[in-house]
């Protein structure tokens, strides 16, 4: 039997709280909820939390504050709630680990689904963090090899090609993941820890960047295949040494 999902819910406005706890009991959800940062932070201590659904305007600390905490000390589904449609607000909530962000009022059924894509990502993350080349130097795929120590690829009796730290992360987790489909939102899952936050273009002109380095042609592709409207998937066999 599946394990039910928990979510967190911060919220101040009784009315609000108890509304949003409706929802995702009605989805079968386990439901706590915090009027307060204390309250919220004594919960996150005590149960397992997959999704938090906070408030930014809440009593005691913010919950840009809260986030910050919250991140540094786990991988918690963390979608941030805000009054109006504050820009500078989602920034720094994003930059201080966010994962969503929605404005009231919202919709209650885009909101399941928000969160129900949330739990997929979570859930893929936490796979694909037990998925590494752990004591692996190189990974080879067709006449090339990938370096995973200088991060260098090379093409043999040729010289190294130098990638910049982007396409390293790029190409290692298509490779990690060879022969599965990946979306671009779970390609920039696994490259959130970067200085940056990747978008879907960056990561289409990256793609394109690494298959010019290979020689690799989209359109009769031996290493990278675009999966229409998914995403990428590396299609090469790969061998680990």
Do not use: C
């Amino acid at each position: 039997m599946e394990k039910q999902s928990t979510v967190l819910i911060v919220e101040d406005e009784p009315a609000s709280l108890n509304l949003l706890a409706s929802y995702f009991k009605a989805e079968n959800y386990e439901v706590y909820k915090a009027r307060s940062s204390e309250q919220a932070e004594k919960l996150f201590s005590e149960k397992v939390i997959d999704v938090i659904l906070m408030d930014i305007k809440i009593p005691g600390r913010s919950g840009l504050e809260l986030t910050r905490e919250f991140r540094s000390r786990s991988g918690v589904g963390i979608i941030l709630v805000s009054q109006k449609d504050d820009d500078i607000d989602k920034i720094v909530g994003l930059e201080l680990g966010a994962d969503d962000y929605v404005t009231k009022p919202y919709n209650s059924r885009e909101l399941m689904v928000r969160v129900r894509n949330l739990l997929d990502r979570i859930k893929y993350r936490s796979s694909a963090s037990n998925n590494n080349f752990g004591d692996v130097k190189m990974a080879k795929f067709g006449e090339w090899t990938l370096h995973l120590g200088n991060r260098n690829l090379q093409k043999a009796g040729e010289e190294d090609t130098r990638l910049t730290e982007g396409e390293f992360q790029l190409i290692s987790t298509l490779i990690k993941h060879a022969g599965y489909v990946l979306s671009r939102d779970q390609i920039m899952n696994q490259m959130k820890h970067r200085d940056w936050f990747p978008t879907d273009r960056t990561i289409d002109v990256m793609i394109a960047r690494i298959r010019k380095k290979l020689g690799d042609d989209r359109m009769h592709p031996k290493f990278i295949n675009t999966a229409h409207g998914t995403g990428y998937i590396f299609i090469a066999d790969v061998a680990y040494n």
